[in-house]
């Protein structure tokens, strides 16, 4: 088959598993190419890690005036990339804000940000893994929220929560679960706390996106399952 037709066909058989979940295609192990040949296939939602190799791919998007393209930052974001992450061409949602510091580091940049809006999530660290990132605990979650809350007439809108699956363990299956049962979770006490009941959450890769929309995942971000 060609590689055209593999990814065509990858990205129908996910999207009949995932129903009206978001599938956001996993660009990071993959040249443009195979990104052009994803979109072509009808997929518009791209997430990549790396502000470098995000803003390489978005560039020849412009340039070849595909469009429709959203664009989806999901690694870890230091304070000093902001500036170039924010540059980006039709930049749709960043899944992985981790910390206040970087929250506010955003909100000073924000100008950098020539679109209407960026959707933000908030990134929690289910697992405690300590190569991980994302809050903590409910407590260190409660003052960004606050600050995006207070924050109405910012480009930056709370969409939702992201994490992440834990990587070393015994029983991948049950731990990936109690990680998404977590989220679900935070989600709960949010909206209780603060009336918010339309956060999404972020949650699933090609591991484990099954076990993530059994816990209610709204975007699942998938590289391999697509790509390879
Ligand atoms: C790489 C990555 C994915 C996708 O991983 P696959 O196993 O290739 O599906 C999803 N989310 C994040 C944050 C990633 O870094």
């Given at each position: 088959?060609?590689?055209?037709?593999?990814?065509?066909?990858?990205?129908?058989?996910?999207?009949?598993?995932?129903?009206?979940?978001?599938?956001?295609?996993?660009?990071?192990?993959?040249?443009?190419?195979?990104?052009?040949?994803?979109?072509?296939?009808?997929?518009?939602?791209?997430?990549?890690?790396?502000?470098?190799?995000?803003?390489?791919?978005?560039?020849?998007?412009k340039?070849?005036?595909?469009?429709?393209?959203?664009?989806?930052?999901?690694?870890?974001?230091?304070?000093?990339?902001?500036?170039?992450?924010?540059?980006?061409?039709?930049?749709?949602?960043?899944?992985?804000?981790?910390s206040?510091?970087?929250?506010?580091?955003?909100?000073?940049?924000?100008?950098?940000?020539?679109g209407?809006?960026?959707?933000?999530?908030?990134?929690?660290?289910?697992?405690?893994?300590?190569?991980?990132?994302?809050?903590?605990?409910?407590?260190?979650?409660?003052?960004?929220?606050?600050l995006?809350?207070?924050?109405?007439?910012?480009?930056?809108?709370?969409?939702?929560?992201?994490?992440?699956?834990?990587?070393?363990?015994?029983?991948?299956?049950?731990?990936?679960?109690?990680?998404?049962?977590?989220?679900?979770?935070?989600?709960?006490?949010?909206?209780?706390?603060?009336?918010?009941?339309?956060?999404?959450?972020?949650?699933?890769?090609?591991?484990?996106?099954?076990?993530?929309?059994?816990?209610?995942?709204?975007?699942?971000?998938?590289?391999?399952?697509?790509?390879?």
């Amino acid at each position: 088959m060609s590689q055209k037709n593999k990814i065509a066909k990858n990205i129908q058989e996910l999207r009949a598993e995932i129903k009206e979940a978001q599938l956001v295609g996993v660009t990071k192990y993959s040249p443009v190419e195979d990104v052009i040949l994803a979109y072509e296939a009808g997929l518009y939602d791209f997430g990549e890690n790396r502000t470098s190799d995000l803003k390489e791919k978005a560039e020849v998007f412009k340039t070849q005036e595909l469009n429709k393209v959203r664009w989806h930052f999901i690694g870890h974001l230091q304070t000093n990339k902001v500036r170039e992450l924010l540059q980006i061409p039709r930049l749709w949602a960043i899944h992985s804000v981790d910390s206040l510091r970087l929250l506010e580091e955003l909100y000073k940049r924000e100008n950098e940000f020539k679109g209407s809006e960026i959707k933000v999530f908030l990134q929690i660290n289910t697992s405690h893994e300590e190569e991980k990132s994302g809050f903590e605990t409910i407590d260190e979650l409660y003052p960004a929220v606050d600050l995006m809350l207070s924050r109405k007439d910012s480009k930056f809108k709370l969409h939702g929560l992201m994490t992440m699956g834990p990587i070393r363990t015994e029983d991948f299956e049950a731990d990936a679960r109690k990680c998404f049962k977590a989220l679900a979770h935070v989600q709960k006490t949010l909206a209780e706390r603060y009336h918010l009941n339309d956060l999404k959450l972020s949650m699933g890769m090609s591991q484990d996106y099954s076990i993530a929309m059994e816990e209610g995942s709204d975007y699942v971000r998938i590289g391999s399952k697509i790509f390879k």
